[in-house]
């Protein structure tokens, strides 16, 4: 293996190892020595890879977008109709939630939760435009298609993923009676119905 | 060229309102221009060919000037059917130049009667019956009306033996390879995604709300100035992307958006590509940007 896949390799496992620490004990409380000991690395040399924990916790804010974007973008690249896709996109989303709650989880209780880290390189949009992008796409071939109404960006947005975020957020604070999965079915609809044209 | 000492120059009208000869007019060396050339016959300017003998066909020509929408049959002009004369004309002709958008794709007076009307060689984007004939003379100069330096441009290559590089709808690539947008003193405002407020201000762009296709329009209007002065984006007036074979659209001052994203992206950028540039650039506030320029370093 060339140095540079190995490189590769070891930055991701660093991201997904921080993603869980500061997921489960919170930004503030996990610290560059807690990631470097649970990987087996020195802290020097993870400072290798990332310069700052604000740095860290920038790319894996942008790898979490990435990675949720993917799933999205093979939805967007299907003939689905809107409905469809919706009840796809939620699965998608409580899928992960369920069975990768770090992902969500680090973007409402940390990404959310501690702007101030963010503030410098994650403005608005920047670190999530992986995610964001897409959920543009789909609301853009469905109104071409004529099947959700034309409206402003944001009101259909906040509708869509402030609906989603709330859910996986109640499931975080175990208040749902019931897992996430049972909810696919009729939060789908009422996102469609509250969308469509 | 022929063996005359000048080519031979006519200029023909089919169904048009003249707006590509009085733009041509505008021209600041028109008289130096068509020095070049021997006029046999122009709509307003003089020429050495009398009426009755262009109209009988009778006349030489090199270089064949089509301005307005062609009708294969019912469009008559002086008791003549005028796709007859433009027909003996173009067979006749070693160029053939269609003038604006009417005579290029159909343009304003395709509406009319949209069955029947169309340019010379396009119909819209699609090639004409004429298309096969024609198409090894053909120079297309498209707009509504085209710039009077396109013109010129395209006389003097001919009258100098100079090849023109065209592209696939025969426009010349010098002048049609930019797009308006090119070239547009609101460019800093497009790539931070700042719309104006409203028409006539100096500050912000116009793709956004108020229905510019310059970023998706083929034309050189930000580069080579009208009137060597200015250009409608240029003075706060969206371009209305008259170049372009569809033209004229419906409602060009305002940008159809689906959920607030532009539904015709800039010209040959993907979609994503777009979006993701979109809303990283949203994410910042410049100053500089939403200040009027007139105040901002006071």
């Not at chain 1, 930004?27 to 470097?36: E, L, M, R, S, Y």
């Not at chain 2, 002009?77 to 173009?90: D, F, M, N, P, Q």
């Not at chain 2, 060689?121 to 009306?145: N, Q």
Request: net charge neutral.
């Amino acid at each position: 293996m060339k140095i540079a896949e190995k490189k590769a390799l070891k930055r991701e496992s660093i991201i997904q190892t921080a993603l869980q620490l500061f997921s489960k004990n919170g930004f503030h409380k996990t610290t560059i020595p807690d990631i470097a000991s649970k990987l087996q690395m020195s802290v020097g040399n993870l400072y290798n890879y990332f310069s700052s924990k604000d740095i860290l916790a920038q790319e894996i804010i942008k790898y979490t977008s990435e990675a949720l974007g993917e799933k999205i973008r093979e939805v967007n690249m299907t003939e689905a109709t809107a409905e469809e896709k919706i009840y796809q996109i939620v699965s998608i989303y409580f899928t992960m939630a369920e069975e990768k709650p770090e992902m969500i989880e680090y973007f409402l209780r940390v990404y959310l939760s501690n702007r101030e880290v963010f503030s410098d390189g994650c403005e608005g949009m920047v670190c999530v435009s992986g995610f964001i992008t897409e959920i543009m796409i789909f609301f853009d071939d469905s109104v071409s298609s004529g099947e959700l109404r034309n409206q402003d960006f944001f009101s259909a947005f906040g509708l869509f993923m402030g609906y989603l975020g709330g859910m996986v957020f109640l499931k975080g604070e175990n208040v749902l009676p019931k897992g996430i999965e049972h909810y696919i079915d009729d939060i789908s609809r009422n996102i469609y119905h509250a969308l469509k044209a | 060229m022929s063996s005359s000492p000048k080519p031979k120059l006519l200029w023909l009208q089919s169904i048009t309102c003249n707006g590509n000869t009085h733009s041509f007019l505008n021209h600041p060396d028109l008289f130096s221009i068509l020095s070049h050339f021997e006029m046999i016959h122009h709509p307003v300017l003089e020429g050495s060919a009398t009426m009755q003998d262009v109209l009988a066909g009778a006349v030489d020509c090199d270089v064949l000037i089509l301005e307005g929408s062609f009708k294969e049959e019912g469009f008559l002009k002086a008791g003549v059917e005028v796709s007859s004369l433009i027909h003996t004309y173009a067979n006749k002709a070693k160029y053939i130049i269609t003038a604006g958008t009417c005579a290029t794709f159909g343009g304003i007076f395709k509406q009319n009667d949209p069955e029947n009307i169309s340019g010379l060689c396009f119909d819209i984007e699609e090639k004409t019956s004429r298309y096969v004939r024609y198409a090894p003379k053909l120079i297309s100069l498209p707009g509504c009306p085209m710039h009077p330096k396109w013109m010129s441009y395209v006389l003097l290559m001919l009258s100098h033996g100079k090849k023109i590089e065209i592209d696939n709808l025969h426009r010349p690539v010098e002048l049609y390879g930019y797009t308006v947008h090119t070239g547009c003193t609101r460019n800093e405002y497009f790539e931070w995604k700042i719309d104006t407020e409203n028409y006539g201000f100096k500050e912000g762009c116009l793709f956004y709300e108020q229905g510019c296709q310059g970023p998706y329009t083929r034309g050189s209007c930000n580069k080579i100035l009208w009137n060597d002065t200015s250009s409608k984006t240029r003075v706060g007036t969206p371009c209305f992307g008259c170049t372009e074979p569809a033209f004229p659209r419906i409602s060009l001052h305002k940008t159809k958006t689906n959920m607030g994203i532009p539904a015709k992206m800039p010209m040959g950028v993907p979609r994503r590509a777009y979006l993701t540039l979109t809303g990283v650039v949203k994410s910042f506030k410049i100053k500089r940007f939403s200040e009027r320029l007139m105040e901002y370093d006071k």
